[in-house]
């Protein structure tokens, strides 16, 4: 059975059998908006632009690699002193899935928007710790969005074999005016990788602002 995470909670990548998780996807899930037209006549459904990304980083806390979407513009990159977007990580451990620009319609289709698939064995050993987020490229908040999730799973983007452990975010007041949210983490201790769940959202404006708020505030 999944392990259902709350907001800080830490666990072991040790699955039932007693084996390590090492080759799994960490998947985000999200829904496009619904809404009922006036006076509950016909409906709308609203695209939602959700990216995750991630950052990989070594033992000293310094960014090593990263993961995010090539579609962002590189002029506008630059002026965060950030370089053009890329699928895979330099030591091709971590690969992503690709952008999704609208989210699940109609409900929850049981697959996840964006992936990122993870060889534990394959990173590069100087990586200590990789930071998962979502930033919304639309004007819609977490409010509004019926759900996101975060998950690890064995399978493909494609295929759902086993899920191991996974954290939902509802929508609620709380995530008024909230467009970036940091998921969670892969770390490691004492040679073993770990995950913890972070769950904070902000009012960052565009990933960057994202990127330097993990390096200034998340990283150990």
């Avoid at 690699?65 to 699928?87: T, V």
């Avoid at 697959?111 to 919304?136: A, M, T």
């Amino acid at each position: 059975m999944a392990i259902r995470l709350e907001k800080g909670q830490k666990i072991n990548l040790e699955k039932n059998n007693g084996t390590k998780l090492t080759s799994f996807c960490v998947g985000c899930n999200w829904g496009a908006i619904e809404k009922k037209g006036f006076l509950g006549f016909g409906s709308e459904t609203i695209d939602v632009d959700l990216d995750l990304s991630c950052l990989m980083i070594d033992s000293n806390g310094n960014l090593v690699d990263y993961i995010y979407s090539p579609e962002y513009r590189p002029e506008f990159l630059a002026q965060y002193g950030r370089s053009r977007g890329k699928l895979d990580s330099n030591d091709y451990a971590l690969h992503h899935s690709g952008d999704d620009r609208k989210g699940d319609e109609g409900g929850d289709d049981g697959l996840d928007n964006e992936i990122i698939v993870v060889d534990l064995n394959k990173i590069n050993p100087n990586i200590d710790q990789i930071f998962f987020f979502l930033n919304n490229c639309g004007k819609e908040d977490f409010s509004q969005i019926p759900y996101a999730a975060i998950r690890m799973y064995e399978g493909t983007p494609t295929l759902v074999k086993e899920v191991f452990a996974q954290y939902d975010v509802a929508a609620e007041p709380q995530y008024r005016g909230k467009l970036a949210l940091i998921m969670g983490k892969l770390y490691k201790r004492n040679g073993e990788w770990k995950f913890a769940a972070i769950g904070d959202a902000y009012e960052d404006a565009h990933l960057c602002i994202t990127i330097k708020r993990i390096l200034d505030n998340y990283v150990r």
